[in-house]
């Protein structure tokens, strides 16, 4: 089940604890806190997709295999200003500004 976060708005209408609470996507928005009875409003925040940060994964999606399989050219600065190319097709190198 989703985890909800809420956060209580008191009486002044100033905010309060921000808590999380589990509950089944087809049950109504908590509109009380499940404790206190005091006012409460969900907090609507960024779902997390699992993966989408992964490091490991990232790493493997720009390595010079897989760029060259998806048919892209990677480029590497020599530290004079020009490009040598790496993987993939096109030139062997590029000279910015000439």
Avoid at 14 to 19: C, D, I, L, N, S
Avoid at 41 to 59: D, T
């Amino acid at each position: 089940m989703p985890v909800y976060t809420y956060q209580v708005i008191h009486d002044d209408g100033t905010e309060g604890e921000v808590f999380d609470h589990v509950q089944s996507m087809g049950e109504a928005a908590l509109t009380e806190h499940p404790e206190t009875g005091e006012e409460v409003v969900r907090v609507f925040q960024a779902p997390h997709i699992a993966g989408s940060s992964n490091e490991r994964l990232q790493k493997q999606a720009s390595s010079d295999k897989n760029l060259e399989r998806l048919g892209f050219t990677k480029y590497v600065r020599n530290g004079k200003g020009h490009y040598e190319k790496h993987v993939g097709k096109g030139p062997d190198s590029l000279h910015p500004g000439d």
